[in-house]
């Protein structure tokens, strides 16, 4: 494992610490990594009324946005299964898919083990922003 991939793994671990989740009690946190270096954190936003729950990986992606990053190269996910890697939800997938489809995905345990994937495996067939420049 290289340096860059243990302080992402380490750095979406400490963001799931901070996930404000009184209804499901599922936290999950979320890093990524820019193309240049930085590493963005996110972490799940619930509320009551349920549909306006912000995900780990949508609120590091619109955090990166915020503080100017729009290339991504990685991002690491966790939550506390112990048992098996959890990766993101549908809607996060296709959030992720905006900037572009080359992301590597590492699915993270509490304990820092993890697996690597992609998003493309993840989202295969996506709808992408250049879908809409063929019509």
């Known amino acids: 494992m290289t340096d860059k991939v243990k302080e992402l793994i380490s750095e979406c671990l400490r963001a ?11 936290p999950v946190g979320a890093a990524i990594l820019t193309a240049d270096g930085a590493i963005i954190t996110g972490c799940n936003v619930e509320n009551a009324s349920y549909s306006l729950t ?21 991002i690491a996910v966790a939550c506390d299964m112990k048992d098996r ?36 495996e993840l989202l295969p067939l996506a709808f992408t922003p250049d879908d809409l420049t063929e019509n």
């Open 16 to 26: 799931r610490d901070m996930a404000y989740c009184p209804y499901s009690r599922f």
């Open 54 to 74: 912000m995900c780990a990986e949508r609120t590091a992606v619109q955090r990166a946005v915020v503080e100017g990053h729009c290339q991504f190269t990685a």
């Open 85 to 120: 890697f959890i990766g993101p939800c549908g809607a996060c997938r296709q959030v992720l898919m905006e900037f572009g489809p080359n992301w590597t995905v590492y699915l993270t345990k509490p304990d820092g083990s993890y697996k690597e994937t992609s998003l493309s």
